[in-house]
């Protein structure tokens, strides 16, 4: 499959099922193209992630066997640009607290010294991207 370089995000905020919402969604979008595929749902204070490598549908099953709740959530379809393709690497990315989920598209150039200098402070990473260095400094 030819790269197209594309790639989404986006939200939902209401009263049905976030996931299911963003499930729905991600399945109407993935003809623009990824590699990895993600979503985050926001349940009262409770941030839970659900991200692969592969194909939307490789992210439903992964979800059908952990299901996720709330009405809240973002949903990422991602060509890797920063940090190799890993399910680690794939969006969206949680603060070391649990309270922040972000997805990002674009290159922090100073990711480097960011990292260094969170991980200096004790923030610890479970991936090569400049997301999770974001979404730590946030």
Not at 20 to 47: C, F, M, P, Q, W
């Amino acid at each position: 499959t030819k790269k197209k370089n594309k790639m989404a995000f986006f939200g939902y905020v209401g009263n049905k099922s976030a996931s299911d919402t963003l499930k729905d969604s991600l399945l109407r979008l993935e003809s623009l193209g990824y590699d990895s595929v993600g979503v985050a749902v926001i349940d009262g204070s409770n941030v839970q992630v659900r991200k692969k490598v592969g194909h939307v549908r490789d992210l439903l099953g992964y979800i059908a066997q952990s299901p996720m709740t709330g009405n809240r959530g973002i949903a990422h379809l991602r060509w890797a640009t920063h940090g190799g393709l890993t399910d680690d690497n794939a969006h969206p990315h949680i603060s070391n607290n649990g309270k922040i989920a972000l997805v990002h598209n674009g290159v922090v150039e100073n990711e480097g010294k960011i990292r260094k200098q969170l991980s200096e402070k004790g923030y610890k990473f479970s991936s090569e991207t400049d997301t999770e260095v974001l979404v730590n400094l946030i």
